[in-house]
């Protein structure tokens, strides 16, 4: 997929911001904790004031050890030995400078640090989603015709009911309501209740309820239930935060707008609730387990961690190109590496042009610079790469984009690589209207091998190594033709 954070602010907009602040160099460099943080002013005073072409950043996380000793064995080592490239360029790894202390069988998701914060789980048993207030004052039939709620699955559940409201006005069930169970992105629901007069369903405390096909919905499952009136008044329905979410000791959570969620382009309601689910939470002996086995399980990841900084110290002293930033190394911080990289950069260099790209990514800087001298890209300015168009914006997954709230993005650069003229972050602030972009196809998005390409991602340790063989042979890292003698 995408680069969402690989692109790491996967349109121009966001992009823009993270240059913004490069001329932000009146506070002080910020101070990194973990390897390498013992000054890294000290670590590295030979740069103070030098000036380079092209500084290279490479994103990488704290444990692709093998991937950036590849690059230091292909396309960095091959520069390094160059008679004219070595004076003009200067190449970084950007690391984050702690790693997460959650272990990743605990985070609510991978890419984050956040602790899946389960406690007293309520097993074999089934929970109603919602409690409510004993007054009925703050129920109300209101003229919303479609009302809706959003929730989120740590752990996995199965949906056993769907249930609208009550209505103590009523004699028996009057109205004509359907409840739909949609899953994030899907314009397909998942499963439905339709509720009438002759089929309301049981009655449980203050809601009808119907049952529905069970199913699990598994961990980091987004979803969204709507109930819709099919009569001409509206639903019965209460604000959010008149609600008590019953979350089964931490399993499930109900997402507000405050917290960034979008409604689906497809709704056409207001946020609430107008009657509730029940639901049971499933392998809760494999769960008990879990959760037994954390403390032991944390021990010996924070023992892991310690390792880890140590094999990064010994690493950044011996090769001496690594910048560790002020941030917890995890994908969803890649946006916050690159803006701490670009702060370092402009605090402790001079230079004319920033190449961003990635440790899993083919790159052949030669050509880059022919580029930049037959196409004349030297000049200020410019934002030169390859450009998605029309790119969805992902609701769920390992580029989940919760706050920007367009279906789509804005044209967005590759995050394989790109370069950037450094004038462009004065530029940026006052003069937005003439910002022109250069795009270039041979700045590859997704991994394949062209003739004569500048930059391709996603690559393993041994296809960049061979890609790096095949360009030193012949000059092709794609391929070699066979010499006729």
């Given at each position: 997929?995408?680069?969402?954070?690989?692109?790491?602010?996967?349109c121009?907009?966001?992009?823009?911001?993270?240059?913004?602040h490069?001329?932000?160099?009146?506070?002080?460099?910020?101070?990194?904790?973990?390897?390498?943080?013992?000054?890294?002013s000290?670590?590295?005073?030979?740069?103070?004031f030098?000036?380079?072409d092209?500084?290279?950043?490479?994103l990488s996380?704290?444990?692709?050890?093998?991937?950036?000793?590849?690059?230091?064995?292909?396309?960095?080592k091959?520069?390094?030995?160059?008679?004219?490239?070595?004076?003009?360029v200067?190449?970084k790894?950007?690391?984050g400078?702690?790693?997460?202390?959650?272990?990743?069988?605990?985070?609510?998701?991978?890419?984050s640090?956040?602790?899946?914060?389960?406690?007293?789980?309520?097993?074999?048993?089934?929970?109603?989603?919602?409690?409510?207030?004993?007054?009925?004052?703050?129920?109300?039939?209101?003229?919303d015709q479609?009302v809706?709620?959003?929730?989120?699955?740590?752990?996995?559940?199965?949906?056993?009911?769907?249930?609208?409201?009550?209505?103590?006005?009523?004699?028996?069930?009057q109205?004509?309501?359907?409840?739909?169970?949609?899953?994030a992105?899907?314009?397909?629901?998942?499963?439905v209740?339709?509720?009438?007069p002759?089929?309301?369903g049981?009655?449980?405390?203050?809601?009808?309820?119907?049952?529905?096909?069970?199913?699990?919905l598994?961990?980091?499952?987004?979803?969204?239930?709507?109930?819709?009136?099919?009569?001409l008044?509206?639903?019965?329905?209460?604000?959010l935060?008149?609600?008590t979410?019953?979350?089964?000791?931490?399993?499930?959570?109900?997402?507000?707008?405050?917290e960034?969620t979008?409604?689906?382009?497809?709704?056409e309601?207001?946020?609430?609730?107008?009657?509730?689910?029940?639901?049971?939470?499933?392998?809760g002996?494999?769960?008990l387990?879990?959760l037994?086995?954390?403390?032991?399980?944390?021990?010996n990841?924070?023992?892991?961690?310690?390792?880890?900084?140590?094999?990064?110290?010994?690493?950044?002293?011996?090769?001496?190109?690594i910048?560790f930033v002020?941030?917890v190394?995890?994908?969803?911080?890649?946006?916050?590496?690159?803006?701490?990289f670009?702060?370092?950069?402009?605090?402790?260099t001079?230079?004319?042009?920033l190449?961003?790209?990635?440790?899993?990514?083919?790159?052949?800087?030669?050509a880059?610079?022919?580029?930049?001298?037959?196409?004349?890209?030297?000049g200020?300015?410019?934002?030169?790469g390859?450009?998605?168009?029309?790119?969805?914006?992902?609701?769920t997954?390992?580029?989940?984009?919760?706050?920007?709230?367009?279906?789509?993005?804005?044209?967005?650069?590759?995050?394989?690589?790109y370069?950037?003229?450094?004038?462009?972050v004065d530029?940026?602030?006052?003069?937005?209207?003439?910002?022109?972009?250069?795009?270039?196809?041979?700045?590859?998005?997704?991994?394949?091998?062209?003739?004569?390409?500048?930059?391709?991602?996603?690559?393993?340790?041994?296809?960049?190594?061979?890609?790096?063989?095949l360009?030193?042979?012949?000059?092709?890292?794609?391929q070699?033709?066979?010499?006729?003698?």
């Amino acid at each position: 997929m995408r680069n969402w954070l690989v692109l790491l602010c996967p349109c121009v907009l966001g992009a823009a911001l993270h240059l913004w602040h490069l001329w932000l160099r009146s506070p002080p460099p910020p101070r990194a904790s973990g390897p390498g943080a013992a000054g890294q002013s000290a670590l590295f005073p030979q740069w103070k004031f030098s000036h380079y072409d092209v500084v290279v950043g490479v994103l990488s996380a704290r444990n692709n050890h093998e991937l950036r000793n590849v690059i230091r064995n292909t396309w960095l080592k091959h520069l390094l030995q160059h008679p004219t490239l070595s004076q003009r360029v200067l190449v970084k790894f950007i690391i984050g400078a702690r790693g997460c202390e959650v272990p990743v069988e605990d985070r609510e998701d991978p890419y984050s640090c956040r602790l899946l914060n389960i406690t007293n789980p309520v097993l074999n048993q089934e929970i109603e989603a919602f409690n409510f207030p004993e007054d009925t004052s703050s129920s109300r039939l209101s003229e919303d015709q479609v009302v809706s709620v959003s929730f989120r699955v740590l752990y996995p559940i199965v949906i056993t009911s769907l249930g609208v409201f009550y209505d103590a006005n009523d004699v028996g069930f009057q109205r004509n309501i359907t409840v739909k169970l949609y899953q994030a992105e899907q314009e397909e629901a998942l499963f439905v209740a339709r509720f009438s007069p002759p089929s309301c369903g049981i009655q449980v405390n203050k809601l009808w309820y119907k049952p529905v096909e069970q199913f699990i919905l598994p961990e980091s499952f987004e979803g969204t239930i709507v109930w819709e009136s099919q009569d001409l008044h509206g639903l019965l329905s209460r604000n959010l935060h008149r609600v008590t979410v019953n979350d089964g000791g931490g399993v499930l959570r109900v997402i507000t707008a405050g917290e960034g969620t979008l409604p689906h382009e497809f709704m056409e309601g207001v946020e609430g609730v107008a009657g509730g689910f029940i639901y049971t939470i499933q392998e809760g002996d494999a769960l008990l387990r879990s959760l037994h086995s954390r403390p032991q399980r944390l021990s010996n990841h924070i023992q892991d961690l310690r390792v880890e900084d140590a094999l990064l110290q010994e690493e950044s002293s011996i090769y001496d190109d690594i910048v560790f930033v002020d941030v917890v190394d995890t994908y969803r911080n890649v946006p916050a590496k690159l803006l701490n990289f670009y702060r370092w950069t402009v605090e402790t260099t001079s230079f004319g042009l920033l190449l961003k790209t990635d440790d899993d990514c083919y790159i052949d800087l030669e050509a880059v610079f022919n580029r930049i001298a037959q196409k004349n890209l030297n000049g200020p300015n410019f934002w030169w790469g390859n450009f998605r168009l029309n790119w969805a914006v992902d609701r769920t997954g390992k580029w989940q984009e919760l706050e920007y709230p367009s279906p789509a993005y804005p044209a967005f650069a590759c995050g394989s690589g790109y370069v950037i003229s450094k004038d462009i972050v004065d530029w940026l602030a006052g003069n937005s209207g003439r910002l022109k972009t250069y795009q270039d196809s041979l700045w590859l998005c997704e991994k394949t091998c062209e003739t004569g390409m500048l930059s391709s991602p996603q690559y393993s340790p041994q296809e960049l190594s061979r890609l790096w063989e095949l360009k030193e042979l012949c000059g092709d890292p794609c391929q070699c033709e066979a010499k006729v003698q």
